[in-house]
C-alpha cells in the first residue's frame, strides 16, 4: 500500500466542536498533506460562520480518490468542496528506494500518467458536482529544486491537464500554486521539501480561507 506523507504538525485535528449546525454552510476540503496543514486553521478562522472539514485521512492520488470518495463524501450534500489532488499522482516512486514513501525521480515510475490523471479527475470531478451545491479547485502547490520524487515541470503540467477540465466543467480554481510560486525558501520546511513553514502556512490558509468565504456569497447571491 503507497504511502501518502503528512508532516506530524499537519494532523493536528481542532478540539471536538460537536456535529455541524445547520445554520451554518458546510464546507469540505478534500486534498493531500498541504491541505491537512490547512483546514484546521481555516476552520478556526471562520468559526462561528462557515464549518469546515475533511476526511481523517491524507487523500493522496486521484486512485486513492476513486476508490474512497463516497466514504469521504459522509453520505450528506455540502454547501461547498474545495479539493485538490496532484502531488502524488505525479510522484515517481521506486520500491528499492529508501526515502520515505518509495520516492524517486531518477529510477521510479510515476504513480498516475498525465493521461490517467486527467481521466480520473474527469470522474472525479463527475462525482463531486453530484454532492455539493459549489466546487472549487485548488491547483496543485510548488515543487522546489532537488525534491526526492517529483520533477518541478511535472506540476505545471498536471495543473495545466486539471485547468481544462475546470474550465469545462464552470469550475473555479483558487491558484495555490501561483501564491506558493512566489515563496521564499525559508517559507518551506526544509530544501526539497514541499510542505510548508509556518509563515508559508499562514498565507495558504488566509488565502483559502477568503476563497471559501467568497465563493459562498457569491453563490447566495445567485
Known amino acids: 500500500m503507497t504511502e501518502f ?3 506530524e504538525k499537519d ?3 481542532p478540539a471536538p466542536q460537536g456535529a455541524p449546525s445547520e445554520a451554518l454552510p458546510a464546507v469540505l476540503i478534500i486534498g493531500d498533506s498541504i491541505s491537512q496543514g490547512y483546514t484546521w486553521p481555516v476552520n478556526a478562522l471562520l468559526a462561528g460562520q462557515i464549518h469546515v472539514d475533511r476526511p481523517r485521512a ?3 492520488d486521484t486512485k486513492a480518490g476513486l476508490e474512497s470518495l463516497d466514504t469521504w463524501l459522509a453520505g450528506r450534500r455540502w454547501d461547498l468542496i474545495h479539493f485538490n489532488w496532484g502531488l502524488h499522482d505525479f510522484c515517481h516512486r521506486h520500491p528499492d528506494s529508501e526515502v520515505y514513501g518509495n520516492r524517486d525521480k531518477v529510477k521510479g515510475a510515476i504513480a498516475v500518467t498525465p493521461e490517467q490523471y486527467g481521466e ?3 470522474t472525479l ?3 463531486l458536482e453530484q454532492a455539493a451545491d459549489r466546487l472549487v479547485w485548488a ?9 526526492a520524487g517529483r520533477f518541478e515541470g511535472d506540476v505545471v503540467c498536471y495543473n495545466e491537464i486539471a ?5 469545462r466543467h464552470g469550475i473555479p480554481i ?3 500554486y501561483a501564491l506558493t510560486a512566489g515563496f521564499a525558501p525559508s517559507m518551506f520546511i526544509g530544501p526539497g521539501d514541499v510542505h510548508f513553514a509556518e509563515e508559508g502556512m499562514d498565507l495558504i490558509v488566509k488565502q483559502v480561507a477568503a476563497c471559501i468565504v467568497a465563493q459562498l456569497a457569491s453563490k447566495g447571491g445567485e
Open 5 to 7: 506523507y503528512t508532516p
Open 11 to 13: 494532523k493536528q485535528e
Open 58 to 60: 491524507n487523500c493522496g
Open 120 to 122: 480520473n479527475l474527469e
Open 125 to 127: 470531478v463527475t462525482r
Open 139 to 147: 491547483s496543485t502547490t510548488v515543487v522546489p529544486p532537488d525534491e
Open 163 to 167: 485547468a481544462e477540465i475546470m474550465q
Open 174 to 176: 483558487n491558484d495555490l
